[in-house]
C-alpha cells in the first residue's frame, strides 16, 4: 500500500544551516501521527517541504506517491495545512478568506461560498462571518485557520500547533473534532508543544530534535522503551541542592526543592530512601506513577539542567 506521506533521506539547508539531517518517515493513511521536538528542532522545515512551500538538497517527498516537487499542484491539493503563524490577507472577511481558498483548489465558487457556510457554522464563526480577521479572537483565528485547511476536503491533514493559545474548552472540542475527522478516514499529522495532548490522540509519534529524527514509535512502546515507572517523593522541608549522597543516582530535584523524582529501577527505591535517611530528610509522601510521553519525550531531548540534575559516575 502507498503511504500518505513518504520522507526518504531528506536533507535541508537553509544557506550554510543544516535545519534537516537525513529525515525518514512514512505516514500511513488513516494515521494520526504525532510529530514533536523542542523549538527549533525542525518540524514547521518538515512541514514546508511536504506542502512544497521550502526546497531541499538531498532525498525525496513523496504524498500518495507523488512527488511533492514535480507533482506540486497534486500533491498540495491532497494536504490540507494549518500552519503555525496567522497568515490571512488582512483585506478579507472570515467569509472570503474561507471561500477564496474554494477557489485557489479549484472548486466553483457557488460551491465554495456554500462549503464556507458549512465550516464558519461547525466551528462556531458563522456570526462571525462578515469580520476581518484582525476583529477575531486568538481562538477564532485558529478556529478558522483549520476551517481553511479543511475547504478542499483534503485526504491529509498537518495541523502545526493548533492549540497554542487556545482555552480549554475550545482544545477539548478539537481534540473531539479531530478525532472524529481521523475515524471518517482523514490522514491527521500533528505537531505540538503540549506532549499531553500528542499522547492523548496520536496512535505514532516521530520526534525530531536539532533536524534529526531520534525516535520514531507507536506511542505506547515508545513510552515503555524510554522510561520506567516514575516515583516521586514528596519532601517534608524544602531541599536548595542535591546531598552529595545521592550523587550516584539520577535523581531531579523538582517544584522548588519540595519534590525529588527518579525512575524505579536497580533497586533505586531502597538505596535511595536509605541515601534520605542517612542525610536526616523526611519524606512526607511517596507517589509511583507510570511513566508518560512527556517523560520519554524529555529523556530523548530534554536540556538537562546542571544545578538540578546529578548523572551517575559525575562529579
Ligand atoms: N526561513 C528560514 N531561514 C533560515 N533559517 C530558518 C528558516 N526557517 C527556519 N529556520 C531555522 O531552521 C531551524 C528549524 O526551524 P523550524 O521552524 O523548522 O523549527 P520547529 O521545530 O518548527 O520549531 P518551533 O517549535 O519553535 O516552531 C531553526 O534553527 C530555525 O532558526
Ligand atoms: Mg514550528
Known amino acids: 500500500m502507498v503511504s500518505a506521506i513518504s520522507i526518504e533521506h531528506l536533507t535541508k539547508y537553509y544557506r550554510n544551516f543544516k535545519a534537516l539531517n537525513d529525515v525518514s518517515l512514512e505516514v500511513a493513511e488513516g494515521e494520526f501521527f504525532g510529530f514533536l521536538g523542542p523549538n527549533g528542532a525542525g518540524k514547521t522545515t518538515t512541514i514546508s517541504v511536504i506542502t512544497g512551500l521550502a526546497n531541499y538538497q538531498k532525498g525525496s517527498v513523496h504524498v500518495f506517491g507523488c512527488d511533492v516537487g514535480a507533482d ?21 472577511s472570515a467569509e472570503q478568506i474561507l471561500s477564496f481558498e474554494g477557489g485557489y483548489f479549484g472548486i466553483p465558487w457557488r460551491e465554495a461560498k456554500q462549503r464556507a457556510q458549512e465550516l464558519l457554522k461547525l466551528f462556531d464563526l458563522a456570526e462571525k462571518r462578515h469580520e476581518g480577521y484582525k476583529r477575531l479572537s486568538g481562538g477564532m483565528k485558529r478556529r478558522l485557520l483549520i476551517a481553511r485547511a479543511l475547504m478542499h476536503r483534503p485526504k491529509i491533514l498537518i495541523l502545526d500547533e493548533p492549540t497554542a493559545g487556545v482555552d480549554l474548552e475550545l482544545r477539548h472540542q478539537l481534540w473531539d473534532f479531530l478525532r472524529r475527522l481521523n475515524r471518517e478516514g482523514t490522514t491527521v499529522v500533528l505537531t505540538t508543544h503540549y506532549i499531553e495532548e500528542a499522547e492523548k490522540l496520536c496512535s505514532r509519534i516521530g520526534v525530531i530534535h536539532k533536524g534529526s529524527i531520534v525516535a520514531l514509535d507507536s506511542t505506547e512502546t515508545l513510552i515503555r522503551k524510554m522510561s520506567g515507572d516514575q516515583v516521586e517523593l514528596f519532601l517534608k522541608a524544602r531541599l536548595d541542592f542535591l546531598p552529595v549522597s545521592l550523587k550516584s543516582f539520577q535523581i531531579f530535584l523538582e517544584e522548588e526543592g519540595r519534590k525529588l523524582r527518579f525512575e524505579e529501577k536497580n533497586d533505586a527505591v531502597p538505596k535511595i530512601l536509605k541515601a534520605l535517611h542517612q542525610e536526616g530528610i523526611e519524606i512526607e509522601k511517596i507517589d509511583i506513577r507510570r511513566p508518560t510521553l512527556e517523560d520519554a519525550f524529555l529523556k530523548l531531548v530534554g536540556k538537562k539542567d546542571k544545578a538540578f540534575v546529578l548523572e551517575e559516575g559525575k562529579e
Request: glycine fraction near 4%.
Open 72 to 92: 506540486y499542484r497534486t500533491t498540495r491539493a491532497l494536504i490540507g495545512l494549518v500552519p503555525q503563524e496567522f497568515n490571512f490577507d488582512p483585506f478579507l
